[in-house]
């Protein structure tokens, strides 16, 4: 355990390098349970580029992986509930281990949010897996401040959520913090850097700050890294894997999809390519799928909040330089929000799922007439009812969809029941009534499958910044 440093709003500008070298970023997952074997080929693209004839010098790369959803986490706290010595991302050895000898060889440092509810137990594996690869152990940071749980910090949750705060049985509390510590563990050394709850366009932005020397209050460079880490963040999406549908857009080999790989200039401008080696030589980044991932989960385009600053994208320009190349410009940005994002993962009681199916003549009336029974059987418990394969995706928890939705000729359809409750018991029941479906009919029924999980909720608010101060500390190896 070498250094500890709190980091100050400001600290990001105090980096004078100018490098002004573009910065080469690859993603290798979009979320916790992505494909495992992406960073393979990402990091045999980077390695391929850095050591090209032609590569500008003084060109630095970077890994990351985005692994965080706003329930991973939650699902994560328990996890650290029940070991002390988990809590972080599950799939980190199948991630990184078959990379992590060629990456610290060629420089590439990485950043990720695979801490989750456990950064530190995170990076104690990495030094793990490292001396187990007969590798000297890297300079391993983690970020930290991200997770509310001091007595403070909780008084301020309650002065936003109100008296009901008292009442929750609470999982997790967790900001959103931004790029600045992920940014100062670069500059201290770091060649890892894990991390919590942070933006996942900040990911980015920590690298680009940290090799461009930006100032701290430099919004149009520091919202074009935003976008371009929000292109990288969902992993394949960007490279077509969202995006395709066969017969209207075409995606080709989808199962040897490359994931992206952003090239950030000095002043912010990106251009999104993928890894391009053999085994990865699917996907598609074009103009078309570029646009439906910057567009993404954004509700304002002129302003999109993060952590770090409010980008406007509302005379961005997305244009083709060659196949699998493509330009965005015209990004602006203004000043960062004054306040942080917090979720608040709370016990939400229990979530039974039960299904059994129905096949042949009149598959689609025994499902119907099933999913009565069930209702007539269970009065006080308000379930969910879909029949995949004729009313599903589209149904509504109170049922109206399918009670308005005629009655079909399906032949193969799958009835499935859900129902949310405090009391495990009551969500049993529902498990129960559908295995007794078998012999108290309707007639054919089969395949029955029930599970029972502990529900999570959550509710969100805001924190002024001043209250989620975020530190790192370097805990393995030297800088």
């Not at 890994?63 to 599950?90: K, V």
């Not at 790029?179 to 563990?185: K, L, S, V």
């Not at 000043?335 to 009681?349: D, F, Q, W, Y």
């Not at 910044?465 to 805990?475: H, L, Q």
């Amino acid at each position: 355990m070498r250094c500890l440093h709190c980091v100050d709003n400001d600290d990001i500008g105090d980096m004078t390098n100018p490098a002004p070298s573009p910065l080469l970023i690859g993603c290798a997952a979009g979320f916790s349970g992505d494909r495992t074997d992406a960073a393979g080929p990402v990091v045999d693209t980077l390695v391929a580029r850095l050591r090209a004839p032609d590569a500008p010098a003084g060109q630095r790369a970077f890994l990351i992986f985005e692994t965080l959803a706003e329930r991973t986490l939650a699902l994560a706290q328990l996890r650290r509930r029940a070991d002390p010595g988990s809590g972080y991302e599950p799939l980190l050895d199948d991630m990184l281990r078959p990379v992590l000898a060629r990456c610290l060889a060629h420089g590439i440092r990485i950043v990720s949010n695979f801490g989750a509810a456990n950064p530190r137990a995170a990076a104690r594996h990495i030094a793990r897996m490292a001396t187990e690869l007969g590798l000297a152990v890297p300079a391993i940071a983690v970020v930290e401040g991200d997770d509310l749980s001091t007595p403070a910090q909780r008084a301020l949750l309650r002065g936003q959520l109100g008296a009901g705060f008292d009442a929750l049985q609470v999982v997790s509390a967790n900001a959103y913090i931004g790029a600045e510590p992920i940014a100062a563990a670069l500059r201290a050394g770091a060649q890892v850097v894990v991390c919590g709850r942070v933006a996942d366009p900040s990911l980015t932005v920590g690298p680009a700050l940290a090799h461009f020397g930006w100032a701290a209050d430099d919004w149009d460079r520091i919202a074009r890294a935003t976008m371009a880490g929000h292109l990288l963040e969902c992993g394949a999406q960007v490279c077509g894997g969202y995006f395709a549908d066969p017969g209207f857009k075409e995606v080709p080999a989808p199962e040897a999809i490359g994931f992206p790989i952003a090239e950030i200039d000095a002043d912010g401008g990106v251009v999104i390519g993928k890894a391009d080696t053999p085994d990865a030589a699917g996907g598609l980044v074009s103009e078309a799928t570029v646009k439906e991932q910057l567009l993404y989960e954004v509700h304002d385009p002129a302003a999109y909040l993060t952590p770090d600053v409010v980008a406007d994208i509302g005379k961005a320009e997305v244009v083709q330089l060659a196949p699998n190349r493509v330009r965005l410009s015209g990004v602006r940005g203004h000043a960062r929000p004054p306040s942080l994002k917090v979720n608040v993962c709370h016990e939400g009681g229990w979530l039974v799922e039960a299904g059994i199916s129905y096949a042949g003549a009149r598959a689609e009336a025994r499902a119907r007439l099933a999913a009565d029974t069930l209702r007539k059987r269970l009065p006080g418990l308000a379930l969910r009812v879909d029949l995949i394969g004729a009313v599903s995706l589209f149904a509504d928890d109170e049922g109206r969809l399918l009670a308005q939705t005629p009655a079909g000729e399906a032949r193969d359809v799958r009835l499935r029941v859900a129902a949310a409750h405090a009391d495990r018991a009551q969500a049993e029941r529902v498990a129960r009534e559908v295995m007794a479906l078998y012999t108290c009919g309707p007639a054919g029924g089969g395949g029955v499958r029930s599970a029972l999980t502990p529900r999570l909720n959550t509710v969100s608010c805001l924190l002024p910044r001043e209250a989620v101060p975020t530190r790192f500390e370097i805990v393995e190896g030297t800088a």
